[in-house]
């Protein structure tokens, strides 16, 4: 049996847990290079339950660990709720077990057990020999962690394919039907409808052969669309410093684009129940649209107008439901279920807007749990399109977001991996900083607060 010693200053409850923990595990090391690695070691002794993370948390103050070595006792690594956990016993090392390793929570001793840990100065005065077998041992524990949780992950993602195709196909069957039910169509009749103006424009601008000067001229030669831009550009919300009199003279200052989007907006307005609830959703489908705007521009995936018009009527599904909860009170947790955007795709179909638009609309919220590869193929850019413009928006307005693909979307529209900050200052602000006439106050109001 190795007689052990401890370096000047060890504490005595360390002393006494290498003699209760003296069994003769060797670690592969001779009689000299354990001596070495007891002196040099800190020791832990944990009762069964403990974890590991919250123990060494306490001793952070003296260093932190990168290897882990069982002197006695079991110690699990808990790989998943529906995987068995790795089993560590007397002799095996622990590797990367610095205070940030994911792993390192996962930790947990089955039964009273001693670990030795060594930090990385520690490590570094064992002989040269001592340190490359026990990294050795190390790595080949981290190998076998990531394969098992390798295994596990590809487990779970099985899972979420099935859950996700039984998801779509709820969505298919349920929504859809739902949407379609007379119940719906009832309360689809009572919402007034689009001005005829309004969507014979977008019309118009969703046709691939139309021009802008097509567009343009219908602008012009309506007088309900002029009186309506009119009204709208010379009120306080988009607050331009100067009185606008004419369409010409609004398209030269906003842009075609610009023009079209004020009209789109007012059309939406009037169609909405004049309450809080409805001018807070209207105002941020306003912001949401100008920002779609601006990323489908930078990204030049989609058309800038349809996406625009996609996010500013995206929500228009939230008056249906709150007319349906209105007639059905007893039903309103089974109404809540149903997503607006499907509702909202039900009402924009009956209005005649294009398939385009209310398809897009229809489909949303599936990026919200959905990978690309499972979106109908020619909705996926609108998709794209919305999803990273909601996530901006909630990331800028720092409201909680459970947006779990958006790399994977952010590549569908070409784009490099960013964060929202970057994605905002980078990528949209300089945009929308471009088209400032074309943006209502609050949106200005957002630029500049932002600088």
């Known amino acids: 049996m190795i007689g052990f010693w401890k ?28 001596v070495e690695l007891i002196n040099q070691a800190r020791h832990l002794t944990l009762e069964a339950g403990a974890s590991v993370a919250q123990a060494l948390a306490a001793m952070e103050s003296r260093g932190s660990n990168i290897l882990l070595l069982v002197q006695s006792g079991r110690v699990h690594l808990d790989i998943s709720e529906n995987a068995n956990p790795l089993e560590l016993g007397a002799g095996q090392v622990v590797s990367c077990m610095a205070s940030g390793c994911p792993l390192l929570a996962r930790l ?34 981290a ?3 990531n394969a098992a949780l390798f295994a596990a992950a590809d487990k779970a ?30 309360v689809v009749k009572r919402i007034p409808r689009l001005p005829l103006a309004s969507v014979e424009l977008l019309r118009t601008l969703t046709d691939e ?35 606008v009199t004419d369409a010409s003279q609004a398209v030269s200052l906003l842009g075609f684009e610009g023009v079209y989007q004020i009209i789109m907006a007012e059309s ?79 009402l924009l179909k009956d209005w005649q807007l294009p398939e385009a638009v209310w398809r897009a609309i229809e489909v949303q919220h599936y990026p919200e749990f959905a990978m690309p590869a499972r979106l109908p193929q020619d909705q996926l850019i609108p998709a794209a399109l919305m999803y990273i413009s909601g996530w901006v928006l909630d990331g800028m307005q720092k409201r909680e977001t459970t947006a779990l693909f958006v790399r994977e979307y952010q590549r569908v529209l070409g784009m490099k991996p960013v964060d929202v900050d970057t994605c905002w200052e980078q990528i949209l602000k300089p ?21």
């Open 108 to 141: 947990h001793v089955q039964e009273r057990s001693v670990l030795l840990c060594l930090s990385e100065s520690a490590l570094s005065q064992l002989q040269d020999s001592t340190q490359t077998l026990l990294l050795r041992q190390g790595q080949a524990f």
């Open 157 to 186: 993602e099985a899972r979420y394919l099935q859950l996700s195709d039984a998801l779509f196909r709820s969505m298919e069957t349920g929504e859809v039907q739902f949407a379609e039910s007379d119940a719906v169509t009832q």
């Open 7 to 34: 370096r000047n200053g060890a504490q005595a409850d360390e002393q006494k847990a290498v003699q209760e923990s003296d069994k003769g595990v060797s670690f592969g090391l001779g009689e000299s290079a354990q």
């Open 268 to 346: 939406l307005r009037k169609s909405l129940p004049d309450n809080e609830q409805f001018r807070n959703s209207y105002q941020r489908a306003l912001m949401l649209s100008h920002i779609a705007f601006a990323l489908a521009q930078a990204t030049g995936k989609g058309r800038p107008a349809e996406v625009s018009t996609i996010a500013l009527l995206h929500d228009l599904g939230r008056v249906v439901i709150a007319l349906l909860v209105r007639q059905n009170p007893s039903f309103k947790g089974v109404i809540r279920q149903v997503h607006p955007g499907v509702v909202g795709a039900r």
């Open 209 to 243: 052969n139309s021009t802008h000067a097509q567009v343009a001229e219908l602008v012009h030669q309506d007088p309900a669309l002029t009186a309506q831009l009119l009204k709208a550009i010379n009120s306080p919300a988009y607050s331009l410093g100067q009185s």
């Open 431 to 451: 945009r929308l900083k471009q088209r400032r006439n074309a943006l209502p106050v609050v949106l200005k109001n957002w630029l500049e607060q932002s600088d």
């Open 143 to 145: 190998a076998q962690a």
